[in-house]
């Protein structure tokens, strides 16, 4: 029977970055004996100009009746005149909290063939692997009150951060589990020297450490654990912290890498059912010109592969996808944003990427 994926292409690069993830996904799957019935759905800007709204309930729908949800990138220059309630990011927040995604995966490790293209010294990058747990569907973003008030002159304007003790246990067990199957060291970010969340979580992220003993334990304020990330990036193993923070964090974990243009992420519910997305934005300046890196994209179908599939072949097919991708930029293999600054170096585009990947994957089984 083929399990059902819905696919949201979304806005700018999306839809390419996501047809190459596809064909990736549907030749990857195929070698464990998956197969995949794909529904395309649309999120985003491409929703406002064609429903007025960037999110519908019957999308929700539809993705909570498939077995993952696969995204490309939301948003543009074109819709930020919009009202912040209405524009294509409030798809995304709306999603996640319609499907119960409470958990962010963003890994970031270095590959041996990239370690140049980082902006930090090679030395410090090389071997670079961590995850941040990211917790998604609390804290600022959505605590109540908020909003404006006021004129001209006297304005003001005011978010609530709020936690409560289940939604901190239920992100700080991801983040355990995960540094179980990895090098058993977890540093929780935090701001407790001042804020009374904070607070709240080093107590609750302390009780789970309890249950987890073969597994170390740090807490590391924000700000500090910011520095060490660029200055001492390789101590790190999983991070977990709370949405802001987790934000920021991953973000800046990406850029250590070298290019966002690399990264998947993973935002999980109870159970495991997922949305897999690249990390990059949509990039509309070059949408359309086949010059977009899908390999981000193509690397969220490894983490679909092994998170919704575990017992079907699930991690088998994402360690292929992986050992492609990797076996691709050995090579030589680059798209422009891969190209450190004066190299001179002949360039692939998106489509031709995929299908070097699929190559990739196809001499894997042999």
């Given at each position: 029977?083929?399990?059902?994926?819905?696919l949201?292409?979304?806005?700018?690069?999306?839809p390419?970055?996501?047809?190459?993830?596809?064909?990736v996904?549907?030749?990857?799957g195929r070698?464990?004996?998956?197969e995949?019935?794909f529904t395309t759905e649309l999120i985003?800007?491409?929703?406002?100009d064609a429903h007025?709204?960037?999110l519908?309930?019957?999308?929700?729908?539809a993705?909570?009746?498939?077995r993952?949800?696969?995204?490309g990138?939301?948003g543009?220059?074109k819709?930020?005149?919009?009202p912040?309630?209405v524009?294509?990011e409030?798809g995304l927040?709306?999603?996640?909290?319609?499907?119960?995604?409470?958990a962010?995966?963003?890994?970031a490790?270095v590959?041996p063939?990239l370690?140049?293209?980082?902006a930090?010294?090679?030395?410090i990058?090389?071997?670079?692997?961590?995850?941040v747990?990211?917790e998604?569907?609390?804290g600022?973003?959505?605590?109540?009150?908020?909003?404006?008030?006021g004129?001209k002159?006297a304005?003001?304007a005011?978010?609530?951060?709020?936690?409560d003790?289940?939604?901190?246990a239920?992100i700080?067990?991801?983040?355990?589990?995960?540094?179980?199957?990895?090098?058993?060291?977890?540093?929780?970010?935090h701001?407790a020297n001042?804020l009374?969340?904070?607070?709240?979580w080093v107590?609750?992220?302390d009780?789970?450490a309890k249950?987890y003993?073969?597994v170390e334990l740090?807490?590391?304020?924000v700000?500090?654990?910011?520095?060490?990330m660029?200055?001492q990036p390789k101590?790190?193993?999983?991070?977990?912290?709370?949405n802001?923070?987790g934000?920021i964090?991953?973000?800046?974990?990406a850029?250590?890498t070298?290019?966002?243009?690399?990264?998947p992420?993973?935002?999980?519910?109870t159970?495991g059912?997922?949305?897999?997305e690249?990390v990059h934005g949509s990039a509309?300046d070059?949408?359309?010109?086949?010059?977009?890196?899908?390999?981000?994209a193509?690397?969220?179908?490894?983490?679909?592969?092994?998170t919704?599939f575990?017992e079907?072949?699930?991690?088998k097919?994402?360690?292929?996808?992986?050992?492609a991708?990797?076996?691709?930029?050995?090579?030589?293999?680059?798209?422009?944003d891969?190209?450190?600054?004066g190299?001179?170096?002949?360039?692939?585009?998106?489509k031709q990427?995929?299908?070097l990947?699929?190559?990739?994957l196809?001499r894997?089984?042999?």
């Amino acid at each position: 029977m083929a399990e059902r994926i819905v696919l949201l292409p979304g806005d700018g690069i999306g839809p390419e970055v996501t047809e190459q993830a596809r064909r990736v996904l549907v030749a990857a799957g195929r070698a464990v004996g998956l197969e995949f019935e794909f529904t395309t759905e649309l999120i985003g800007g491409c929703s406002i100009d064609a429903h007025g709204t960037p999110l519908r309930d019957e999308v929700i729908a539809a993705c909570k009746q498939s077995r993952a949800v696969l995204l490309g990138a939301v948003g543009g220059p074109k819709w930020d005149a919009m009202p912040v309630s209405v524009r294509p990011e409030k798809g995304l927040l709306g999603i996640r909290k319609a499907l119960g995604l409470f958990a962010n995966l963003r890994p970031a490790a270095v590959f041996p063939a990239l370690v140049n293209a980082s902006a930090l010294r090679p030395e410090i990058v090389d071997g670079v692997d961590m995850l941040v747990v990211r917790e998604l569907t609390g804290g600022i973003y959505f605590g109540e009150p908020r909003g404006r008030e006021g004129a001209k002159g006297a304005r003001r304007a005011f978010n609530t951060m709020v936690y409560d003790e289940h939604e901190v246990a239920r992100i700080t067990r991801v983040a355990f589990e995960q540094a179980r199957i990895r090098r058993r060291h977890v540093t929780h970010v935090h701001k407790a020297n001042v804020l009374d969340t904070s607070q709240l979580w080093v107590e609750v992220v302390d009780e789970i450490a309890k249950e987890y003993p073969d597994v170390e334990l740090a807490h590391q304020l924000v700000d500090s654990c910011a520095m060490l990330m660029v200055q001492q990036p390789k101590k790190f193993d999983v991070i977990v912290t709370e949405n802001l923070f987790g934000d920021i964090l991953s973000d800046e974990a990406a850029m250590i890498t070298g290019s966002l243009g690399m990264l998947p992420s993973a935002s999980l519910a109870t159970g495991g059912f997922g949305l897999f997305e690249p990390v990059h934005g949509s990039a509309p300046d070059i949408a359309g010109k086949d010059i977009a890196n899908p390999l981000a994209a193509i690397q969220s179908v490894a983490m679909l592969l092994e998170t919704a599939f575990t017992e079907s072949g699930g991690a088998k097919a994402a360690a292929a996808v992986r050992k492609a991708v990797t076996a691709v930029l050995d090579a030589g293999h680059r798209t422009g944003d891969l190209l450190l600054p004066g190299e001179k170096r002949a360039t692939v585009g998106c489509k031709q990427m995929g299908d070097l990947v699929l190559g990739a994957l196809e001499r894997g089984k042999s």
